[in-house]
């Protein structure tokens, strides 16, 4: 997730951050800067991890405070982490939202008042823009993470940095397990056969906007070696550097990479109303997968997502789903 700040607001930032750090300045004698080292620093309560690119960083070793910037939260959630700001757009979608709607809305791009006002102790972003969190890292240390990695990644990064290794691992073995039993109960009652093809779309109503994802979001959960395979042509379009993600396409191409299987992916009721009546389309209409009746809409809260706690959830609800 990349946003960019405008220069008025940066320079905005700058001079408020400078008022705010000669507030709070001492007047008495700097003291000498201790050299951090790997591990543990037991003098200032910090340690030194890796973030998402390799860098490694002081950061507290039990932050109390953490503001984080992405849209994966349930990163945080799965250990019991709680941060203090968040961004909330888009989270009244999640499996989680009543979980953490009385969090501060530090609104994106991030409130700088808001973030100086909520006092973090660390802040984690995917933000890639170094000027950017040079000026975060005024407020609080920054450590970057990556939301587009592997949910499994990412969890595992999480646990490294806070001292959960043990609890992310046990994790994504439960997890993984689950998934595979899953895939094996729908196969032995009929539910799914093995190599079934599918595809997952989403009409991007605003921007009339069709796209088939490749790597991201719900294809990560559906293709699977217990579950469904994408079709040839969406396979070649995964190893194709350039479709990584998503691709945006017309409706010419469904005929050539549409499956067994067809999810739609909306967020509110009126994209669904206007999905389910594009589907009743020619185009639409004449795909294997819409006459056998094997479409499936998905909300965005679990679709648009590889957060872990919507993937615990999918593991529910996709049997659910596919045996209506």
Not at 95 to 109: F, G, H, L, R, T
Not at 111 to 118: R, V
Not at 277 to 287: A, D, E, T, Y
């Amino acid at each position: 997730m990349f946003r960019n700040t405008g220069k008025s607001t940066t320079f905005f930032i700058l001079c408020l951050l400078i008022l705010v750090t000669t507030a709070c300045s001492s007047p008495s004698a700097p003291s000498e800067k201790k050299s951090a080292t790997a591990g543990q620093t037991e003098e200032t309560g910090t340690h030194i991890v890796t973030d998402a690119y390799g860098k490694q960083v002081e950061i507290p070793k039990s932050p109390k405070r953490i503001v984080y910037t992405d849209n994966t939260v349930g990163d945080l959630l799965l250990f019991g982490i709680k941060p203090v700001g968040l961004v909330q757009g888009g989270l009244q979608y999640s499996v989680y939202k009543d979980e953490v709607k009385d969090i501060a809305d530090i609104s994106w791009p991030p409130n700088m008042e808001k973030l100086i006002e909520l006092k973090p102790d660390l802040i984690i972003t995917s933000t890639t823009d170094e000027k950017y969190n040079a000026t975060l890292s005024k407020i609080a240390p920054v450590i970057l993470t990556n939301e587009w990695d592997p949910m499994p990644v990412r969890i595992k990064r999480i646990g490294d940095w806070f001292g959960y290794e043990k609890q992310a691992e046990d994790f994504l073995t439960r997890h993984n397990a689950d998934i595979v039993k899953m895939w094996r109960a729908m196969q032995l009652d009929g539910t799914i056969k093995k190599g079934e093809t599918a595809s997952v779309y989403q009409y991007m109503v605003g921007q009339k906007r069709l796209s088939v994802y490749t790597t991201s979001y719900l294809t990560t959960f559906v293709y699977h070696k217990e579950g469904f395979q994408p079709t040839p042509a969406i396979q070649k379009m995964i190893e194709n550097p350039d479709d990584y993600g998503y691709a945006n396409i017309s409706a010419e191409l469904l005929p050539k990479i549409s499956g067994d299987r067809i999810f739609i992916v909306y967020f509110d009721d009126a994209e669904l109303a206007e999905v389910k009546n594009m589907i009743k389309g020619p185009i639409w209409s004449s795909l294997p997968a819409i006459k056998a009746d094997k479409v499936y809409f998905i909300h965005g809260g679990l679709g648009i997502t590889t957060d872990p706690l919507a993937r615990e959830e999918l593991i529910k609800e996709l049997p659910v789903i596919l045996k209506k």
